[in-house]
């Protein structure tokens, strides 16, 4: 199942696998951050969108992210298509989206905070 070259299976499953994680890692630390901020539950609730809604943008973030990340590896040279040179692409993609993925909750926080 390819479609450009790109295996939409693998992006789909890395899609998916990133939102997993993501519910796990956020799910543990929900209670920290919240004590954080000083807020509860239903004032987070009561100032943010429907959990519905959020999900759904998350999982398309995480999807586009996959598909870029896959084209970003699919541009190296078939003899370049190697472990390390995909690390090397994840890393430089991940830590450009880690700054975005920071800044986005940054602008919630205030959000939450007003």
Do not use: C
């Not at 993501?22 to 920290?32: D, I, R």
């Not at 699919?74 to 090397?88: A, C, D, E, K």
Request: proline share 3%.
């Amino acid at each position: 199942m390819t479609f450009a070259g790109i295996n939409l299976l693998a992006v789909v499953l890395a899609a998916a696998a990133s939102f997993l994680f993501g519910g796990v890692w956020y799910g543990a630390l929900s209670k920290p951050w919240l004590t954080s901020l000083g807020k509860s539950e239903a004032e987070l609730k009561a100032s943010t969108a429907p959990i519905t809604v959020l999900l759904l943008l998350t999982l398309l973030a995480e999807f586009v992210m996959a598909w870029v990340l896959a084209n970003l590896v699919g541009h190296l040279s078939p003899g370049q298509m190697t472990v390390s040179n995909g690390l090397i692409a994840g890393a430089s993609a991940g830590s450009a989206w880690s700054d975005l993925r920071w800044r986005s909750t940054m602008a919630i926080k205030v959000q939450v905070w007003r």
